[in-house]
């Protein structure tokens, strides 16, 4: 009788994938931190904020990892040894015998906004509109924007913006024109603080309107992190002023730009004049009362007044369309009606510019803070109802069945981008997620009223939902009513 063995079956080896977990900075290990910053990992993301004043670019690492290797690139990668500059993303990577995994890390500097330091000689406060005080500001750039010194004067600016909020806007001028924050060189830039505007982007989306439009030029604008004295003042949008400039409102020496302004906005060295229907200042070219430059604006816009409310007003020769450039007027008309922009209207920072022997143009862009519906006191908080066809001008213009073509042309560009304009929204409040928290805890917004708010919610993204509603609703109803018009 034959009795058969039995072979042993080998069972191989069970290899676990190789992983990286437990990810932080031990103040241990990193003398500038006052705590341990941990980080969190999902989906192969590592990611964390540090807090402000961090030195990214030497920060040393601690993790637990299950492989042979840790690496960045070729890098071996010790925990609580290795120091690194974390002001990119790093890449991971950790590895076995059959096995590469790779993370992601992203060590977040405050909010992941450029910072903004602004220091005041003798730490002092920023008290005046008329008076600049000296200091130096400083830009931590960290991811996309280059680092700056450079000494500057700052002021404050703005009309219920300075006085009736405690986060104040200002405007500073560097010694020297200067980049800033990736934006061309410069000497004036303003700070907007955007206090009644919670979202803080009705601003930013006005703005991406304008650089799709006809409009010569509108300012470009950053998010920043400002802190004044050391002391954290709130996220700003800084952008570039509205002035005369080769790349700003570039209508030469001899060129000039207007504002459309109220009295009470006046102050004593302002050099303005009344038309028939506004009061105008004459922000460039510096001039003087009487003087020929002075004349010249005057009566040209005189004369365009006469020739739009005259009886020939729709002649293309001898009417208002010898006068103004028409894509211009359409463009400015159109984005500030979608924004039904309050001031936009017949009040302030109506902005035209003209270079002699050419014609008047709108524009640029400016002061939407209170658009978008973000007004308790006047109709433009509703999104039905025309607000800017109000405005004397285009009242009349509206009477031209040329002009309204245009604008009904025209408002089929914009509306046909109103998903890229909901794009550019999401975008902006993801780019905000951090610091629109950081403003909130240093200003308190979030389910308080702020003048002039019409409603107010408990969380940004409830703000940023509705100014979407709001934008979609709006846009509906100027698409039913310019089809029917």
């Keep these: 009788m034959l009795i058969g063995g039995c072979k042993k079956t080998e069972t191989p080896d069970i290899v676990s994938d190789p992983i990286i977990n437990n990810f932080a900075f031990l103040s241990e290990h990193n003398p500038g931190l006052n705590s341990n910053i941990y ?55 950790v590895s076995n015998v059959s096995k590469d995994v790779k993370y992601d890390v992203d060590a977040i500097l405050f909010t992941g906004l450029p910072i903004v330091e602004l220091n005041i000689e003798n730490n002092s406060d920023i008290v005046s509109k008329e008076e600049y005080i000296s200091g130096e500001s400083i830009v931590i750039g960290g991811r996309g924007f280059q680092n700056f010194e450079g000494e500057m004067k700052i002021r404050g600016r703005g009309h219920s913006t300075w006085g009736l909020h405690p986060k104040k806007p200002y405007q500073m001028k560097l010694d020297e024109k200067s980049e800033f924050l990736g934006m061309p060189e410069g000497k004036k830039w303003i700070f907007l ?31 920043a992190e400002v802190f004044i004295n050391n002391s954290y003042n709130g996220t700003y949008n800084i952008t570039e002023k509205v002035e005369e400039s080769s790349s700003r409102v570039n209508v030469g ?27 105008y200042q004459i922000k460039e070219p510096s001039t003087t009362y009487n003087s020929p430059e002075y004349e010249y604006i005057v009566d040209y816009i005189e004369d365009f007044e006469s020739a739009l409310f005259g009886g020939n007003f729709k002649d293309p020769i001898t009417g208002y369309r010898s006068y103004i450039d028409v894509e211009s007027f359409v463009d400015w008309y159109l984005i500030n009606e979608i924004a039904k922009n309050v001031d936009a209207r017949a009040y302030s920072s109506i902005y035209l510019n003209l270079v002699p022997g050419e014609k008047l143009k709108m524009g640029p862009l400016w002061d939407f803070d209170l658009s978008f519906g973000n007004v308790d006191y006047a109709d433009s908080q509703y999104t ?71 409603i107010y919610f408990e969380t940004h993204i409830e703000e940023v939902n509705h100014l979407k509603m709001w934008m979609i609703d709006r846009f509906n109803w100027l698409e039913e009513t310019f089809d029917n018009m």
């Design 39 to 93: 980080l969190t990992e999902i989906s192969g993301s590592i990611t964390g904020r540090l807090p402000y004043k961090t030195d990214m670019k030497n920060l040393v690492a601690s993790f637990n990892s299950f492989g042979s290797n840790v690496t960045i690139g070729s890098s071996i990668q010790s925990s609580g040894i290795t120091p690194n500059d974390f002001t990119n993303i790093l890449n991971y990577e």
């Design 193 to 223: 603080a955007e206090y009644s505007d919670k979202t803080l982007i009705r601003t930013r989306l006005a703005f991406e309107m304008g650089y799709l439009s006809n409009l010569d030029w509108t300012p470009r604008c950053r998010y």
């Design 253 to 279: 020496d001899d060129g000039y730009l207007l504002e459309i302004d109220t009295p009470d906005h006046l102050d004593e060295e302002d050099i303005y004049f009344n038309s028939y229907k506004f009061l």
């Design 384 to 454: 039905d109802g025309f607000w800017i066809k109000y405005n004397s001008y285009f009242t009349r213009l509206f009477q031209d069945p040329y002009f309204v073509s245009q604008v009904k042309d025209r408002f089929n560009f914009f509306n046909d981008k109103r998903d890229y304009f909901l794009e550019i929204i999401d975008t902006q409040q993801h780019k905000l997620r951090f610091a629109q928290e950081e403003n909130d805890l240093r200003w308190d917004l979030y389910g308080n009223y702020v003048w002039p708010n019409p």
